[in-house]
């Protein structure tokens, strides 16, 4: 791991130095000192297409600027037997003793994504085989009631066997989430308490020690979803992002160690940064959420803080970075249930980025998916639109305005003296000239000189002009200037 860390270190580095001596003092930025890899997940593109259109999806994610591929390892969908109560007799930390083919769908995401440059992040999730639980949950190709710790270990060994050169494995997905672990809450008297941090602090505790054993890659823990219950009374929906952290520490809201027997024991956290799913569920990306231990990505400040003092306490191993592995916003059109349009999802994207950017403590952005999954059967509007629909194209491969404003990301902030405009060239490798342009009726008129980005392709620039007009960012290239979505002016 030291030697994983020292090369990420040395990266970081050379790309701070080519930059400045490239950009020297007319940029006058300081986004050279440091790297923020963009992730896409897009399980269904990557994992269940043919060999030929996951190649091309790859090929269109390079295009657009991604860093990462995220993908999971679907425990019942790999496992042998998954619908039997009763275990399989079979080494399960060996991943030759899978069925033929389990492993397929994953090896060949793997390869391609290699051959191509991208870092490969690992989900070991969802779901369990029925075997692996304590009792069925509701629905049967759902297994996640009382997930055993051990078995997961095993099969998480198996996976760190398989592909012990991947960047980064995460461990579980949204388990403060009722969709993929339950229980969330559970009875102490007339009240309800958590159950999942403890759930799933001990499936952490079994599964890192085997996954290092074999495996350099980074283990990201967590990655939790943004909101939770707030209800007194009743466990309706999971626990809230920071309420999850501070039970799986075992401390309470003083960091106090909680004198619980879910907690006699307890060990440091363990892992190498702390994954996260900030959704903003409808408000824009910089607005917080009033609800104080909900982390959307307007609040991804008190989640950094919340791990820094956790560390302080030695309640984790080390000081754990902010890995954003999904975000996104899911419009109408296609979903006629939600809220954003496609222009304010063109709109919201880069204003995120550029929030994960200036979140000191915070090591990626992510986007999840590529592509609409489109209406399924139900008898319900809600039904029908069941799955998700936040891909910067729509379920029939038509690019949504947020597929450009994804690639060249433009964010303006109203600031004294003007507007600050924050610009982000995701498929740069080398600073790129770009300008800032304004809607003047039917025309587009630049406005202040053209600039240089980073070599990572970002800049920003604070201009002396109206926060009420609507802006651009125009990208040269080969003599031309090539144009970016609209977006309006945050307030």
């Avoid at 090369?7 to 050279?32: N, Q, R």
């Avoid at 050169?165 to 229980?183: R, S, Y």
């Avoid at 990655?223 to 999850?244: E, H, I, K, S």
């Amino acid at each position: 791991m030291l030697g994983r860390i020292l090369t990420l270190i040395a990266a970081l580095l050379v790309v701070g130095a080519v930059a400045v001596a490239l950009l020297g003092d007319d940029d006058g930025d300081e986004t050279a000192a440091r790297t923020l890899p963009t992730i896409l997940q897009d399980d269904a593109e990557l994992l269940h297409r043919s060999t030929e259109e996951v190649a091309a999806t790859l090929d269109r994610l390079r295009e657009l600027g991604v860093d990462w591929v995220r993908v999971t390892a679907g425990w019942s969908v790999i496992a042998p037997e998954p619908d039997s109560p009763r275990r399989p007799d079979f080494d399960a930390t060996d991943p030759d003793a899978y069925p033929d083919g389990a492993w397929a769908a994953l090896d060949r995401v793997v390869a391609l994504a290699r051959e191509r440059g991208f870092e490969v992040n690992i989900d070991i999730a969802f779901w369990a085989p029925r075997w692996a639980v304590s009792r069925p949950s509701p629905e049967p190709d759902r297994q996640r009631w009382d997930v055993d710790p051990a078995a997961f270990a095993d099969f998480a060994e198996a996976v760190a066997r398989r592909y012990p050169d991947v960047t980064a494995f995460t461990i579980w997905n949204e388990p403060n989430f009722k969709v993929f672990l339950l229980p969330q809450w559970r009875r102490e008297g007339r009240r309800w308490v958590p159950a999942s941090p403890h759930l799933y602090r001990e499936m952490l505790m079994a599964a890192v020690p085997r996954i290092r054993a074999h495996s350099d890659a980074l283990v990201l823990i967590g990655a939790l979803a943004a909101v939770g219950n707030y209800r007194p009374d009743a466990p309706d929906d999971g626990v809230p992002p920071l309420r999850f952290l501070r039970e799986l520490a075992c401390v309470d809201a003083e960091l106090r160690p909680l004198d619980i027997p879910e907690c006699a024991g307890f060990e440091p956290l363990p892992g190498d940064g702390f994954s996260h799913h900030p959704y903003s569920l409808g408000l824009p990306p910089w607005r917080p959420d009033p609800r104080p231990d909900n982390v959307r990505m307007g609040d991804l400040p008190r989640l950094v803080e919340l791990l820094r003092r956790l560390h302080a306490a030695g309640r984790t191993e080390r000081e754990l970075p902010v890995y954003v592995t999904e975000y996104g916003y899911e419009t109408n059109p296609p979903d006629p249930t939600q809220a954003t349009t496609p222009d304010e999802q063109a709109t919201f994207l880069p204003a995120a980025d550029r929030v994960a950017w200036e979140t000191d403590g915070v090591a990626s952005f992510a986007q999840f998916l590529l592509r609409d999954l489109g209406e399924r059967d139900g008898r319900t509007e809600r039904e029908r639109w069941g799955d998700y629909q936040s891909g910067l194209r729509l379920p029939d491969g038509r690019a949504k305005p947020a597929e450009r404003a994804f690639a060249w990301s433009l964010a303006a902030r109203a600031v004294e003296g003007g507007v600050s405009f924050w610009v982000h060239v995701r498929p740069a490798r080398a600073p790129v000239r770009v300008r800032i342009a304004r809607r003047d009726g039917e025309r587009w008129v630049p406005v202040g000189d053209p600039f240089l980005t980073d070599a990572a392709g970002r800049a920003e620039r604070v201009l002396d002009v109206s926060d009420g007009a609507a802006y651009r960012l125009e990208v040269g290239r080969r003599g031309r200037w090539l144009a970016a979505p609209p977006v309006a002016v945050q307030r």
